[in-house]
């Protein structure tokens, strides 16, 4: 299970401000061994995502670089020169009606231009009478929406179980053309949600790219 860190933007980094990319990167180089899934902001907070506990020598690393961290972004790359892209294979599951996310993908700096922005993920319900919901936010403004219930199974099934979703499951995939009037780095995140308290929401072999 992902295990998420947090740190105060203002107070915890040197310069009160964090380029999620380079801090990606510089755990990346580190001794850090624990798999980072991704890094991202909001507002105020800094979350640091990696997919287990870090060890005790791992967190103090961590608060190192954290502490050296400049905040000074990557040079800008041309549109020609990238292709980004993330991917978060497992099966994350949800009862909860809030927006879970299930993977986030975070950019270097880019130059001003157009690019395109795809998704692919597999999802299912624990019951096919009620409604799956996913969508991608860019830079958090909403660029992709699903909202569907499954079909196939016999009504009220409840079948589908964190063992056979991904026989059952159904794929999506997807793409927005996005133009950026400035350069920057950019995060796109993949979100989903249960509609219904009592039933589950699956999702599962999650790729997201910029390109």
């Known amino acids: 299970m992902s295990v998420t860190y947090s740190k105060t933007i203002s107070t915890d980094f040197p310069n009160g401000v964090v380029s999620p990319y380079r801090l990606q990167e510089e755990i990346k180089s580190s001794s850090i061994s624990t798999t980072l ?9 800094c979350y640091i995502w990696f997919v287990e506990a870090l060890s005790a020598e791992e967190i103090t690393t961590l ?20 292709r980004f892209s993330s ?19 975070q950019t270097d700096p880019l130059v001003a231009g157009e690019y395109r922005v795809g998704w692919s993920f597999v ?24 909202i ?17 979703v991904l026989d059952l499951a159904l794929p999506v995939m997807g793409f927005a053309y996005e133009t950026f009037d400035e350069s920057g780095e950019h995060t796109v995140s993949l979100q989903y949600r249960s509609t219904h308290k009592n039933t589950e929401a699956f999702i599962a072999m999650a790729r997201l790219e910029v390109w």
């Not at 569907?148 to 056979?164: H, I, N, V």
Request: charged letters at 20%; a neutral charge; glycine letters at 10%.
């Open 123 to 146: 999802w299912g319900m624990s019951r096919n009478t009620k409604v799956f919901e996913a969508r991608i936010l860019l830079d958090g403004n909403l660029i992709g929406y699903l």
């Open 37 to 45: 899934e991704y890094v991202s902001t909001e507002g105020v907070v």
């Open 63 to 82: 608060n190192s670089l954290v502490s050296n961290h400049s905040g000074e972004p990557w040079p800008s790359k041309v549109a020609s020169q990238i």
């Open 148 to 164: 569907q219930k499954p079909f196939g199974a016999s009504s009220g099934s409840d079948s589908w179980g964190s063992d056979t």
């Open 87 to 105: 991917k978060s294979l497992g099966i994350s599951s949800t009862t909860s009606k809030d927006w879970q996310t299930k993977m986030v993908l």
